[in-house]
Nanobody
Framework: QVQVVESGGGLVQTGGSLRLSCAAS????????MGWFRQAPGKERDFVAG????????SYADSVKGRFTISRDNAKNTVYLQMNSLKPEDTAVYYC?????????????????????WGQGTQVTVSS
C-alpha cells in the first residue's frame, strides 16, 4: 500500500524557518523523483520544488528560490523541504508527491497532474 506522509508544518512568524519531512512507503522511493507542491485557499496547486532520483538535480519555483532547499535520504525513504525566510505568502497546505521515472530521468514536471502519488498535506501558516 502506497503511503506518503508529510510532517513538520505549523505556525511561524515572518522570517522564521520550518523543515517539512515526507516519509514514503509502498513503492520504490529510490526510483521516484520527489516533489513539493503547495495550495493556498482558492488557488491552484503549485509546484514548489523537485528532486531527481539521486538528488543530483533540483528545481525550484522562482518564488522560493534561494529560500527553500529540497533534499532526500534514500536510505530513509524521506524527502525534506527546508524553508527559510518565510513570508506570509508562503502560507498554504504543502503536499509531497512522487513520480515514478526511468533511471537517469532528469525532468521535474511542474504540472501536478503528472505526479503519481500524493500525501494528505501539512499546513504551513506564516504570520505577519
Amino acid at each position: 500500500q502506497v503511503q506518503v506522509v508529510e510532517s513538520g508544518g505549523g505556525l511561524v512568524q515572518t522570517g522564521g524557518s520550518l523543515r517539512l519531512s515526507c516519509a514514503a512507503s509502498g513503492f520504490s522511493f529510490s526510483s521516484s523523483a520527489m516533489g513539493w507542491f503547495r495550495q493556498a485557499p482558492g488557488k491552484e496547486r503549485d509546484f514548489v520544488a523537485g528532486i531527481t532520483l539521486s538528488g543530483e538535480t533540483t528545481s525550484y519555483a522562482d518564488s522560493v528560490k534561494g529560500r527553500f532547499t529540497i533534499s532526500r535520504d534514500n536510505a530513509k525513504n524521506t524527502v525534506y523541504l527546508q524553508m527559510n525566510s518565510l513570508k506570509p505568502e508562503d502560507t498554504a497546505v504543502y503536499y509531497c508527491a512522487a513520480l515514478r521515472v526511468p533511471t537517469a530521468w532528469s525532468l521535474l514536471p511542474r504540472n501536478p497532474t503528472l505526479w503519481h502519488y500524493w500525501g494528505q498535506g501539512t499546513q504551513v501558516t506564516v504570520s505577519s
